[in-house]
């Protein structure tokens, strides 16, 4: 049985007592022992300026608190993004969290995507899944998140993931050069197993996965892949899977690129489930962005 921690170890209202508790929170998963460095050149010779931004004494670089940090892709309060990462480890919707916070659904579903980014940097896989042709088509400008172009609905990606379960952690490997086409032609040719749920596609067992997963969208392929096929996995009553498949009917609206996050996001929820959530999202939205190569 999953059972979530709740989603903060620390007091809340302590954290959320003024703008600046939250922002001593905030900062502290920035910077190990308060000590701050330049972004650009790692130097920790810096001075304040008279606008509170700092300056590199090595190489002139000018930066606050929050530069080339995820957080910083979106312009809310510290007690606004408090309340945001609290709403996202509860698993509460961007609607929904507009509503919470008073903010446009526009901005809290960027800040939720944000953290779903974040979360992404930190996957094994993230070499595979960040850059410009990746599955996701995510563009970085610098260290700030872009949205990604538009994609012809005819050349739009099907990544497709193999899960391996192992209990006390899983891994949602994404699999080079698969798509919809190539679950069709193993479902076709192989009889491997293959099952439909909405856009989401998955199938039996395959090589050292447990199964592999994508998100078909308008693809033709999908039309030729029904339900009613059964499958191992869904015989599991425990462990990640149990997990997944009670929260696949919410990903009906999602998009083949997007389907990545949160495939990964779920991947991250279940192998953070005995820690404190609220401080490891924490930990993530305050790291660097990386920089593509």
């Not at 599955?135 to 990604?148: C, F, H, Q």
């Amino acid at each position: 049985m999953f059972k979530e921690q709740p989603s903060e170890c620390e007091d809340f209202d302590s954290i959320m007592e003024s703008e600046a508790t939250a922002k001593r929170w905030l900062l502290k998963h920035c910077w190990s022992n308060h000590q701050r460095f330049c972004p650009r050149c790692k130097s920790r010779k810096n001075y304040r300026l008279n606008s509170g931004r700092r300056r590199c004494a090595r190489c002139r670089y000018t930066f606050h608190d929050f530069t080339g940090r995820w957080i910083n892709n979106c312009n809310l309060s510290a007690q606004n993004w408090v309340r945001v990462l609290d709403l996202f480890a509860n698993e509460t919707t961007a609607r929904q969290a507009s509503k919470d916070l008073g903010l446009s659904y526009n901005t809290a579903y960027k800040a939720m995507n944000t953290i779903r980014f974040a979360i992404l940097a930190h996957a094994l896989d993230a070499r595979q899944l960040i850059g410009p042709d990746s599955a996701l088509g995510l563009s970085l400008s610098g260290r700030m998140l872009k949205n990604e172009p538009k994609i012809e609905s005819t050349t739009v990606p099907t990544p497709v993931f193999g899960i391996m379960d192992r209990k006390e952690w899983v891994f949602v490997d994404l699999i080079p050069g698969f798509d919809i086409e190539t679950i069709l032609h193993f479902k076709l040719n192989f009889q491997l197993a293959t099952v439909r749920v909405g856009n989401v596609v998955y199938t039996d067992r395959y090589q050292r996965y447990d199964t592999l997963i994508c998100c078909a969208g308008n693809h033709p392929s999908a039309d030729y892949i029904k339900g009613g096929d059964s499958v191992a996995i869904d015989k599991d009553h425990e462990g990640f899977w149990r997990f997944v498949s009670s929260r696949l009917a919410k990903f009906h609206g999602v998009t083949p690129q997007r389907f990545p996050l949160y495939l990964k996001e779920l991947e991250f929820r279940y192998n953070s489930r005995n820690k404190d959530l609220l401080s490891v999202l924490a930990d993530h939205l305050c790291d660097f962005v990386p920089e593509q190569d």
